[in-house]
C-alpha cells in the first residue's frame, strides 16, 4: 500500500465518522427532546426506564462513533509509519501526522478501542445528563 491509498482510506473513513457523528448529534438531540416530554407529561416509571434505555444506547452510540475516530486515527499514523519503516519516503505532511499522533510502527497496530480522553469526559457528563435530567428532580421549589 503506498501513501495515497493510505491517506485516502483514511479519509474515507472521517467522512463515514462524520456520518456517524451527525447520527449521534440527532440520537442526542431526541435524547434531551425524550427527557423534556416525560418530565412534561409526569411520566410513570416504565417510561422514565424507556427513556433512560435509550439515552444510555445514546451515549454508548457515541463512545463507538469516537472509539473509531480515535482508532482510525491511530491506523492511519501506524501505517504512514509502517510504509516510512520500509525505506519509503513520505511527504512532509504524513511525517507531520505521525508527529502529532506519535504513535509509529514501533507501538504496533491499533488494538485499544476506546476514544481518547476528553471524549470519556463529554460522554460521562452526557449520561449524567440524562441520567439526573430524568430521575432527579431539578427545579427551584
Given amino acids: 500500500m503506498n501513501e495515497i491509498e493510505i491517506l485516502n482510506y ?3 473513513n472521517f467522512i463515514q465518522n462524520g456520518l456517524y457523528m451527525v447520527a449521534f448529534s440527532a440520537f442526542v438531540f431526541i435524547t434531551f427532546r425524550l427527557i423534556r416530554f416525560q418530565r412534561e407529561q409526569n411520566a410513570n416509571i416504565f417510561g422514565k426506564v424507556l427513556v433512560t434505555i ?3 444506547c445514546s ?3 457515541g463512545y463507538n462513533v469516537f472509539s473509531f475516530l480515535y482508532s482510525n486515527q491511530l491506523s492511519q ?3 504512514l509509519s509502517e510504509l516510512q519503516s520500509t525505506g519509503v519516503e513520505i511527504s512532509s505532511l504524513s511525517q507531520q501526522w505521525i508527529d502529532f499522533m506519535g504513535y509509529t510502527v514501533v507501538d504496533g497496530p491499533s488494538i485499544p478501542f476506546g476514544p481518547e ?3 470519556y469526559i463529554f460522554l460521562i457528563t452526557l449520561a449524567v445528563m440524562v441520567i ?3 430521575w432527579v428532580n431539578l427545579s427551584k421549589n
Fill in 132 to 134: 439526573a435530567g430524568i
Fill in 54 to 56: 435509550f439515552g444510555l
Fill in 77 to 79: 499514523s501506524f501505517r
Fill in 117 to 119: 480522553p476528553t471524549a
Fill in 10 to 12: 483514511a479519509q474515507m
Fill in 59 to 61: 451515549v454508548f452510540f
